[in-house]
């Protein structure tokens, strides 16, 4: 039997990267799956390669900072599903720079989809969660969360949601709800290409540098994510809570 056999998974920024691969690799597992982000031209294209794979998709134009189109959204998964077992709190932005040139905008834009959408989500999930008395909350942060230069904005978000996710697994763990996150390191992603960018390098060129920083001498893929989510995930998970598990190639402190 596949391990997400019979479940359904919520997954928000799910129609690239990060959210793609765990998408994917949910599917591969027998999840049916809801994607919802705001590109719409990236989740049609994503709903295709799925479907002609055969997997059970669902796709939404939500943005994750307007509580009504979560919550709608979510209803409509629910609907369609049966269930809300599983979600992904991926959806992401950045808007890097020093803090001494970061604007408000900069700041709240970052805030908003990262640390508020999760809190949309989280919320709206949990409602369908509790009275099932399952579910599993799986939240992307980042090691960015322990400090990174010309990032103020996105480092607070992702510490906060190293935050809520423990207060999450706190208030929901009698209800069969766990709630755990998950910090990347150096990612191969569109954002990982914009911050290249940033800096005025080549991407093959970061990539290069970050191996050197990293003690298995590689930079990561978003399928390893895509792994320690469906560990988070599992049935069999049901004793891990309030858990924040650096991905990163190497420890972290």
């Known amino acids: 039997m596949k391990r997400l056999e019979g479940r359904s998974a919520y997954i928000t920024g799910g129609s690239r990267g990060i959210g793609a691969s765990i998408a994917e690799r949910f599917a591969i597992e027998g999840a049916s799956i809801y994607l919802a982000d705001v590109n719409e031209e990236a989740l049609e294209a994503i709903k295709k390669q799925f479907e ?42 950045i808007r890097d720079n020093l803090l001494f040139k970061m604007t408000d905008e900069d700041w709240m834009t970052v805030m908003q989809v990262h640390l508020t959408g999760s809190f949309y989500a989280s919320r ?57 996150a998950i910090a990347p390191g150096f990612i191969e992603t569109d954002m990982t290409k914009a911050t290249a960018d940033r800096l005025g390098v080549e991407f093959e060129q970061f990539i290069e540098y970050n191996k050197k920083q990293i003690a298995v001498a590689r930079t990561g893929k978003p399928e390893d994510i895509a792994n320690a989510a469906l560990f988070f995930a599992d049935e069999q998970s049901s004793f891990v809570s309030g858990q924040v598990l650096y991905v990163a190639g190497g420890p972290r402190t």
Request: charge should be positive.
């Open 124 to 180: 709206a999930a949990q409602s369908y969660m509790v009275d099932q008395g399952y579910g599993r909350i799986i939240s992307l942060s980042s090691t960015s969360a322990l400090g990174n230069r010309g990032q103020t904005n996105y480092a607070a978000a992702k510490a906060g949601i190293q935050g809520l996710t423990k207060t999450l697994s706190l208030e929901l763990g009698k209800y069969g709800i766990t709630a755990n």
């Open 52 to 93: 002609e794979k055969g997997y059970s998709v669902m796709t939404g134009v939500v943005d994750v900072t307007n509580r009504a189109q979560v919550e709608i959204s979510m209803k409509e998964a629910a609907n369609a599903f049966g269930s809300i077992d599983i979600l992904i709190n991926n959806a992401g932005v």
